[in-house]
């Protein structure tokens, strides 16, 4: 079992309600996601926590995480490559506002507003190239 093997600083917390979940994304150093997702709204929910994002450079994190500003990519699903990658990490140097505005980007707000403008356009005849 994994929680056996886990060393002391190391808790798992089971299943948690949404507020709590907000606390302990805003209270984290960093929130590490290894896997490969189409989108991918955790590393999302963590930089609108204001947090940094350590990812596997695959999926939807290539779109979402900048690194060097909203935090850091790793090439290949390895603990090498992770580990890698966190020998140099500073939390330290991540604004947290510029998680926050990375997050925003993909608010349900803004998706309705790209996705209306865009309906307009085909609309009015004008089916538009790609809205950024």
């Known amino acids: 079992m994994l929680e056996a093997q886990a060393p002391p600083n190391v808790h798992f917390v089971g299943r948690q309600p949404r ?3 907000r606390e302990l994304l805003q ?3 960093a929130f590490i996601f ?3 997702e189409d989108f991918g709204i955790a590393p999302v929910e963590a930089m609108a926590a204001g947090r940094p994002v350590i990812a596997f450079a695959g999926g939807g994190a ?3 995480v900048l690194p060097g500003a909203t935090g850091e990519l790793f090439p290949i699903q390895s603990v090498e490559s992770l580990a890698s ?3 140099t990490f500073d939390p330290r140097a991540y604004g947290v506002e510029t998680c926050r505005r990375q997050a925003e980007r993909f608010s349900a707000a803004v ?3 790209r996705l209306l403008t865009h309906l307009s356009g085909v609309m009015e005849g004008k089916a538009l ?3 950024s």
Request: hydrophobic share 40%; aromatic share 4%; with cysteine.
């Open 85 to 87: 990658v966190l020998q």
């Open 129 to 131: 190239q790609a809205i």
């Open 111 to 113: 998706f309705r507003k």
């Open 62 to 64: 290539l779109d979402t």
């Open 27 to 29: 209270r984290c150093k």
């Open 19 to 21: 507020h709590r979940v």
């Open 34 to 36: 290894p896997g490969l």
